[in-house]
C-alpha cells in the first residue's frame, strides 16, 4: 500500500500532480516544474519531504558510535547546535547512503535518511550498535518541511512566534535549534539559503497554509530535482550508491583520515583505494549543442573507456542540458555523449553549475 504524508489532502486541494515516489505518493509539481524552479531561485519555495526517515540517536555513547558509522567526524562539532554532511559507507568503501547529523547535545543526534533506502539504512544502523551505549528512536509521528530561496527565512519568520523568531535571528548555515517541539535548520538541498523544519504531523498543515499565505509557493519533486542538480548536488542511487566509493564521487571532502585511531567503516578500504589511485572521478558536463542529457547515457572520451551520465537534465537557470558523469580519471576538457545514437559535445568542468542562483564559471 502507498504511503502518504500528512500534507497528501492539501497537496490534491492545490491541483499537485502527484506520483509514486519509492513508495510514496508525492507532488511532482503543481503545475508548471520551470515557474517552481524559478520561484526556489528567486524568492522562495515550499517542498513536503514527510517522506524522508528521521532518527534521533540517543545515549551517552551517540558520538563514539557516530565516529566509528560515519566517514566524516563529528568531532568538528564543538558547539550544540550544529550540522555535519557525511556518507555511511559498507566495510569495502561503498556508500550505503549520505545523510545530515545534527548535534542537539551531547548525548542527543539527529540524523535524516533517504526514505528510498529506510528499511537498509535502519537495519546497518542498528547491527552496528553492539558496544555503545546509544538507543535509536525513529520518529515517525514527526513531519518535515524544506522553505528554501533567497527570501525563504524572511517570509518564514512572518508566520512563526516571538520565541521561534528569536531562534531563528542568529542561525547560520549548517546550524541548527530545537524551539518546543520544533526544530529548524539552516540546511536544505537546492543550493540556496533556507529551512529545514522538523515539527509534529498535527501542526503541519497549518503551518503549510501560514506560509502559504505569506507568499511561499508550493513546489514538487521535479523541481527540487534540477534545483538540486544545479547545485551539484548528488542523488542517493543515482550519482551514488553500495558500488561506488565517496573518492569516486566528488565526496572525498567528507572522508576524514584523521585521527586514524578513530577506525570508521571502510576506512581501511578507502584508505587503499586513496593510495592506489582512484580510477575514476565525478564531473560536471554542459552540452554544447541542443539537447537533453539523461542518466545512463554513455560518455565518449577519446582514448579511455567510455564514462557514463548520473544525473541529467535540462538547467531552468542556464537554459542548457546540464549532467553529472563518472568518468574515468584521465578525462580531458571535451567529452562526447551519445544521445539516442548522436553524438554530441560537452564541456568538461566541475560538478558544480549554479550558486545562488548566479552561473558558476567552469
Known amino acids: 500500500m502507498i504511503?502518504?504524508?500528512?500534507?497528501?489532502a492539501a497537496h490534491l486541494a492545490s491541483a499537485a500532480k502527484m506520483v509514486d515516489f519509492h513508495g510514496w505518493e508525492m507532488p511532482l509539481h503543481y503545475g508548471s516544474q520551470l515557474e517552481e524552479h524559478h520561484i526556489v531561485r528567486n524568492h522562495a519555495g515550499l517542498f513536503d519531504v514527510s517522506h524522508m526517515t528521521i532518527?534521533?540517536?540517543?545515549?551517552?555513547?551517540g558520538r563514539q558510535f557516530l565516529r566509528k558509522l560515519l566517514t566524516n567526524d563529528i568531532d568538528q562539532l564543538h558547539n550544540n547546535g550544529r550540522a555535519l554532511?557525511?556518507?555511511?559507507?559498507?566495510?569495502?568503501g561503498g556508500v550505503i547512503d549520505d545523510l545530515i547529523v545534527y548535534q542537539r547535545a551531547s548525548?542527543?543526534?539527529?540524523?535524516?535518511?533517504?526514505?528510498?533506502?529506510?528499511?537498509?539504512d535502519l537495519e546497518w544502523i542498528r547491527s552496528k550498535c553492539d558496544g555503545f551505549s546509544v538507543g535509536l528512536q525513529e520518529r515517525n509521528e514527526l513531519a518535515m518541511l524544506a522553505i528554501q530561496g533567497p527570501e525563504a527565512i524572511a517570509k518564514t519568520m512572518t508566520v512563526l512566534n516571538p520565541e521561534q523568531?528569536?531562534?531563528l535571528s542568529t542561525l547560520t548555515y549548517f546550524e541548527c535549534v530545537d524551539v518546543d517541539k520544533w526544530f529548524f535548520a539552516r540546511t536544505g538541498y537546492t543550493g540556496e539559503d533556507g529551512l529545514e523544519v522538523i515539527l509534529p504531523a498535527n501542526d503541519i498543515t497549518h503551518f503549510w497554509s501560514s506560509l502559504i499565505h505569506a507568499g511561499v509557493k508550493p513546489c514538487g519533486l521535479a523541481a527540487r530535482d534540477t534545483l538540486r542538480l544545479e547545485a551539484g548536488m548528488l542523488l542517493y542511487g543515482q550519482d551514488m550508491d553500495e558500488s561506488t566509493t565517496p573518492l569516486e564521487s566528488g565526496l572525498a571532502w567528507t572522508v576524514k583520515w584523521q585521527p586514524t585511531e578513530r577506525d570508521f567503516i571502510g576506512m581501511g578500504a578507502l584508505m587503499s583505494q586513496k593510495q592506489q589511485g582512484i580510477q575514476h572521478k565525478m564531473v560536471g558536463l554542459t552540452l554544447n549543442e541542443k539537447g537533453v542529457m539523461r542518466a545512463g547515457q554513455r560518455v565518449i572520451i577519446e582514448g579511455a573507456?567510455?564514462?557514463?551520465?548520473?544525473?541529467?537534465t535540462y538547467s531552468p537557470t542556464l537554459e542548457k542540458s546540464i549532467a553529472l558523469a563518472r568518468v574515468p580519471i584521465t578525462t580531458g576538457e571535451q567529452v562526447l555523449v551519445d544521445i539516442r545514437g548522436k553524438l554530441m559535445s560537452a564541456q568538461v568542468?566541475?560538478?558544480r553549475f549554479v550558486k545562488h542562483g548566479q552561473a558558476i564559471d567552469n
Open 165 to 167: 523568531i528569536d531562534a
Open 107 to 120: 548525548d542527543n543526534y539527529r540524523i535524516v535518511l533517504n526514505s528510498a533506502t529506510r528499511e537498509r
Open 85 to 92: 554532511y557525511s556518507c555511511m559507507c559498507n566495510e569495502h
Open 55 to 61: 532518527v534521533d540517536i540517543l545515549g551517552a555513547g
Open 3 to 8: 504511503a502518504k504524508t500528512p500534507l497528501h
Open 349 to 351: 568542468g566541475k560538478p
Open 305 to 312: 573507456k567510455d564514462g557514463i551520465i548520473t544525473s541529467g
